[in-house]
Nanobody, 124 residues
Framework: QVQPVESGGGSVQAGGSLRLSCAAS????????VGWFRQAPGKEREGIAS???????IYANSVKGRFTISQDSAHRTVYLQMDSLKPEDTAMYYC??????????????????WGQGTHVTVSS
């Protein structure tokens, strides 16, 4: 079973940067998709970025141009580089994985394995 584990959350001022990591142990499948989601207080969880084993990358419009997803396949780790952070980026960020290719849009229902989340706070 795949178990994603997030790290790298914290507090930062507006305009700053953070890099989140998602280590997914015990998966050595040929085809996989790893996605980043976030959930702000009182709001629904939304998919913001995903990357698959073929290198396909998908971004939500809310983060396009500011966030960058990448992967280190050898270490089973996916990163989310977050630049030009805004207070509205404050949320719990989750990493999730599914066996198969990434699809657009990024949908919660497509992902089977979820991490516990890491919190990001952006102050103005």
């Amino acid at each position: 079973q795949v178990q994603p584990v997030e790290s790298g959350g914290g507090s930062v001022q507006a305009g700053g940067s953070l890099r989140l990591s998602c280590a997914a142990s015990r998966y050595s499948y040929t085809f996989y998709c790893v996605g980043w989601f976030r959930q702000a207080p009182g709001k629904e969880r939304e998919g913001i970025a995903s990357i698959d084993s073929g290198g396909r990358i998908i971004y939500a419009n809310s983060v396009k141009g500011r966030f960058t997803i990448s992967q280190d396949s050898a270490h089973r780790t996916v990163y989310l580089q977050m630049d030009s952070l805004k207070p509205e980026d404050t949320a719990m960020y989750y990493c999730a994985a599914e066996l198969g290719r990434c699809a657009s849009p990024i949908r919660l229902a497509d992902f089977d394995y979820w991490g516990q989340g890491t919190h990001v706070t952006v102050s103005s």
